[in-house]
């Protein structure tokens, strides 16, 4: 699977705003729709990526290898995921700590370039033979 890194930085820009939203707010329900999101993104379906593709008719450049990006998707479903146990829970730091790592990560990628989850995909895979 190949993916076009313009559509991922647009994907991790909403997802900023959107995990923006829910930390100034403290609010589950954005966390709950970017963790839907999540979950759609690992599985290769990203809705802001298809809002993406909608809007831009130019092809990329070049592609990029898409599992890195879809590791990087589980890795935010886990902090979401964690975010909503946190406000379950009403146990406000872990909801807050956890959407706040969400959208760091998600910030780097968006106003960087650099995707914290791709890079622990590599990191992983070099790590782990049989992960290759």
């Excluded at 290769?44 to 008719?57: I, L, N, Q, T």
């Excluded at 760091?104 to 990628?109: P, Q, T, Y």
Aim: net charge positive; aromatic share 10%; glycine share 8%.
């Amino acid at each position: 699977m190949q993916a076009d890194p313009r559509a991922l930085r647009f994907t991790a820009a909403v997802t900023t705003v959107v995990l923006a939203l829910a930390l100034v707010t403290e609010s589950a329900w954005p966390l709950a729709a970017q963790a839907v999101v999540f979950a759609l993104g690992a599985l290769g379906a990203s809705p802001y990526g298809m809002v993406f593709k909608g809007m831009v008719k130019s092809p990329p450049r070049e592609f990029e290898d898409g599992r890195p990006p879809r590791f990087a998707q589980l890795v935010g479903l886990a902090f979401t995921l964690l975010g909503l146990v946190g406000h379950a829970t009403q146990i406000t730091p872990l909801a807050l700590g956890a959407t706040a790592a969400a959208l760091f990560a998600a910030f780097l990628n968006a106003a960087f370039g650099f995707c914290l989850g791709c890079e622990t995909y590599l990191i992983i895979r070099r790590l782990l033979p049989a992960a290759r």
